[in-house]
């Protein structure tokens, strides 16, 4: 019998969309459910050299909500803010030029 040899084909390698960009370089805004109604939105992947804190302030004087700055072992720093704030931190991000539009992915429901 001879061996077959298969392709060595990755369906996941170009999925970042095409422009050679992984999603470390992305800002990801994600909603997670709580309990009942509640939810809490996370901001992670900003990059190192920003004031995480800083923009964790800013955030709740812009949207009339509670956040905190959590470290994590994966992710770094990341922002968790109350309620659904998704769209908010989007558009934010993009007005004062922290990051580009593109950059920025939108999780949860």
Do not use: P, W
């Amino acid at each position: 019998m001879s061996s077959i040899q298969f392709n060595t084909f990755d369906a996941f390698e170009d999925a970042a969309d095409g422009k050679n960009a992984s999603t470390a370089d992305k800002v990801h805004v994600r909603v997670q459910q709580r309990n009942g109604r509640k939810c809490i939105t996370t901001v992670a992947g900003l990059a190192d050299d920003l004031d995480i804190k800083r923009i964790c302030k800013a955030f709740k004087k812009n949207f009339s909500c509670n956040g905190a700055v959590q470290k994590d072992e994966e992710s770094g720093e990341v922002i968790q803010l109350s309620g659904d704030q998704r769209t908010n931190v989007k558009e934010f991000l993009v007005d004062q030029e922290i990051c580009h539009a593109d950059a920025v992915v939108l999780h949860g429901f």
